[in-house]
């Protein structure tokens, strides 16, 4: 018995799922690229706690005369909720401020330094920064040399 037939049939359903399985390769591949590309420009805040507020700023007062009060947490939740750090890959950008360029208020505990290293948007304590939380415009301040670009949303409450 001759199947040449078989064969001859074979090659156009080959050429089909060969097709098919190409093309549902590119739509995987495009989804997972415009995922990553989505997680790396989605602004990141910090978790508002009063546990977290209260160690920033014993962190930054730390053997001051200054105490901890509901009235200092409520200004801090404030501005803590008009930061956003976003993830961008590093492009030298001479418009953008450097975190460097912001004085570090560490006059009462000299160990504080700036957040370069190791710097984690999910630790990150802006108490210890001299931001000015009262511009009526926005704010972009990179981390030096570093993927990411603190945003501080302008103030509005007048």
């Not at 978790?47 to 930054?60: P, Q, W, Y």
């Not at 981390?143 to 501080?152: F, G, L, R, S, T």
Request: no cysteine; proline share 4%; hydrophobic share 35%.
């Amino acid at each position: 018995m001759n199947f040449n037939f078989l064969n001859h049939n074979r090659k156009p359903i080959y050429l089909f799922l060969n097709s098919v399985l190409t093309f549902l390769a590119i739509i995987f591949l495009s989804f997972s690229s415009y995922s990553q590309e989505k997680d790396l420009s989605e602004p990141q805040t910090l978790k508002a706690s009063s546990e977290l507020i209260k160690s920033f700023f014993e962190e930054v007062h730390k053997g001051s005369p200054y105490k901890y009060d509901k009235e200092r947490e409520r200004i801090y939740l404030e501005q803590l909720s008009r930061i956003e750090i976003i993830h961008i890959p590093y492009v030298e950008n001479k418009n953008l401020v450097n975190l460097s360029t912001i004085e570090l208020l560490n006059k009462y505990n000299s160990n504080l330094s700036y957040d370069f290293s190791n710097f984690d948007p999910k630790k990150f304590n802006f108490i210890k920064y001299s931001f000015n939380f009262y511009l009526t415009y926005d704010q972009f301040i990179r981390v030096d040399n570093q993927d990411y670009i603190i945003h501080i949303l302008p103030y509005t409450n007048f």
